[in-house]
């Protein structure tokens, strides 16, 4: 069965700093999509980033990028030059052939 | 504007009085999905369908029903609300496999 771990449940970045949060993932299918969403304190789920598991460079999207490592089953997020709005919870999700499974978040916190 | 339209944002209600939590999306999605979000234990799926009438059990499935008639409904019924289904309800959809999930803006839901 798949799996998806987020191993901090919080973590704290200084303004202007780059953060990177991890997310290990357990499958045995050879094609899977791997994902984050940000959820500030308002509730809603926004996309970030994707990277598909046949995808040879990593992701980037704007000061989001997914740091990809196949053979170690990870798929970290780095974000560079976080801001005060960057604070919210992380999701890192994974699809294998229909379903989506998500780890259990984690909390970042931005300090001025 | 594209979207996912989930109905009621609150809910409380009392154990054993059935209710129906709805959803509709304005993109064509074939997929869709209902989720459950409970704190330190991420999004966990309830139901997904890939079609008019195809769905499936994701992994918690006890106590929900689905049905998928038309392609932009996908209503979440509780026959007999009990208070560990009290939560935060996710409806979401999605073009295809690599695409991300679209999110409606949530149910919370208590049952007394």
């Known amino acids: 069965a798949q799996k998806i771990t987020q191993t901090q449940p919080g973590m704290f970045v200084q303004e202007k700093e780059a953060v990177t949060l991890d997310c290990t993932y357990d499958t045995s299918d050879q094609s899977y999509g791997l994902f984050w969403y940000k959820q500030p304190s308002s509730g809603e789920m926004i996309f970030l980033i994707y990277?598909?598991?046949?995808?040879?460079q990593n992701a980037t999207e704007g000061r989001y990028s997914l740091n990809f490592q196949k053979a170690r089953k990870s798929a970290n997020l780095v974000i560079s030059a976080s801001q005060l709005g960057d604070s919210a919870m992380y999701f890192c999700a994974m699809r294998g052939f229909w379903d989506m499974r998500f780890g259990a978040g984690t909390r970042l916190t931005v300090k001025p | 504007e594209a979207q996912v339209t989930q109905n009621p944002r609150y809910l409380i209600t009392v154990t054993g009085k059935k209710l129906t939590v709805t959803c509709s999306q304005n993109?064509?999605?074939?997929?869709m999905s209902w989720y459950r979000q409970d704190p330190g234990l991420g999004l966990r799926q309830i139901y997904y369908?890939?079609?008019?009438?195809?769905?499936d059990k994701g992994d918690v499935p006890e106590g929900y029903k689905v049905s998928r008639k038309e392609k932009r409904n996908f209503p979440l019924i509780l026959e007999s609300p009990s208070p560990n289904q009290t939560s935060l309800y996710f409806c979401a959809s999605s073009l295809g496999w690599s695409s991300p999930l679209h999110f409606g803006n949530g149910t919370r839901l208590t049952v007394t």
């Open positions: 369908s890939m079609n008019v009438e195809v769905t």
């Open positions: 993109m064509n999605h074939e997929y």
């Open positions: 990277q598909g598991s046949y995808d040879e």
